[in-house]
């Protein structure tokens, strides 16, 4: 039943227009926070006590990520999302700013010589934070360019030190019916929960990200801690992380719960291989016109292919 319900991020782009469009980001700076509230930002915003870790941004960029195209502007981005803890539309943006992010504390458990709960501001303080221009691919077919901060979830696990029988590593998002609507609908297996096998957390690539466009990651985009996997659809990077485990049984993911045959583990990018309901072989480049093939790999074969040797009997690109 769930899989025949038609979910938010699966409306074609052409049905949905991106509020953000209609604004220009000058002009909300110029006009101050009642013009801000006025556009779409929201007083709770506008008034918000500034994020305690706002001086360690911006961090220098690491140069070894390019894009192929431009960075996607951040007023576009911020009111296209999918969070569905606020809502299953794309215009969360308003709801989101609902998220309490202070305190927050990620607990690191399971099988691991260090598990611990640590606040997120010990955390980022604790860990080498850069900046990284990554692309972005929905399984929806669409795709943005952002630029993340964060550290590499490798730093993560060398001080977690996991054990031998850890296999995968699960990320948990908080449980708050009163704080997030979403979460009301009892037909979502909340909490949403995402996993990566050891070696695909160990890649370069894996992502912790706690800041985007020079700042502290807002809300919309799973603020305080999210993770991101550009080789995969967008539904692995799960966002406003409450828990890390290292565990030895393949975790069960959210929408894997509600729609096994097309939302896998797996969920690598790959033109050739198209969702159940619709082609993969091309992209819509969020906020303008163009649209692009999609990439194997969405264009991060050379860091990840060898991770999926000897694994071809898998569903490895659904
Ligand atoms: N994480 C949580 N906790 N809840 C969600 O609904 N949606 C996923 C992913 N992480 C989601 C989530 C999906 S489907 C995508 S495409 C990306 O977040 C969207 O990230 P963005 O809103 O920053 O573009």
């Not at 991020?9 to 006009?31: M, N, Q, Y």
């Not at 296999?167 to 449980?175: A, H, M, N, S």
């Not at 091309?282 to 060898?306: K, W």
Request: proline letters at 8%.
């Amino acid at each position: 039943m769930f899989i025949r319900r038609r979910k938010g991020w699966e409306i074609r782009e052409s049905e949905a227009t991106p509020e953000s469009l209609f604004f220009d980001r000058r002009t909300l700076l110029k006009g101050g926070a009642v013009a801000a509230a006025a556009v779409g930002l929201g007083l709770r915003e506008a008034f918000a006590a500034p994020d305690p870790s706002l001086a360690l941004y911006p961090a220098k960029r690491n140069e070894a990520f390019t894009l192929d195209r431009p960075v996607t502007p951040e007023t576009v981005n911020s009111h296209y999302n999918n969070f569905y803890e606020f809502g299953s539309g794309k215009d969360i943006f308003d709801a989101a700013q609902a998220l309490k992010i202070r305190p927050w504390s990620i607990k690191i458990d399971g099988l691991i010589e260090k598990p611990q709960t640590i606040a997120i501001d010990d955390l980022v303080k604790a860990m080498p934070l850069e900046e990284r221009l990554y692309r972005h691919r929905c399984v929806e077919a669409w795709a943005m360019a952002v630029p993340w901060t964060g550290f590499p979830l490798r730093a993560l696990i060398e001080a977690a030190q996991p054990l031998a029988s850890a296999k995968y590593v699960r990320f948990e998002t908080f449980l708050d019916r009163v704080m997030a609507p979403g979460q009301r609908q009892f037909w979502y297996p909340w909490p949403y929960v995402e996993g990566l096998t050891m070696a695909e957390a160990a890649n370069d690539l894996a992502f912790l990200v706690t800041g985007a466009y020079g700042k502290p990651l807002g809300k919309q985009f799973g603020a305080p801690l999210r993770l991101a996997t550009p080789w995969k659809y967008g539904f692995k990077s799960i966002k406003s992380i409450t828990r890390i485990s290292f565990v030895e049984e393949r975790p069960k993911t959210f929408w894997e719960q509600l729609g096994p045959s097309e939302y896998g583990f797996w969920a690598n990018v790959n033109p050739a291989v198209p969702h159940p309901r619709w082609s993969q072989a091309s992209e819509e480049v969020l906020g303008s016109r163009e649209r692009r093939p999609t990439q194997i790999f969405n264009g991060y074969g050379d860091y990840v292919a060898g991770l999926y040797a000897g694994l071809e009997n898998e569903r490895l690109f659904i």
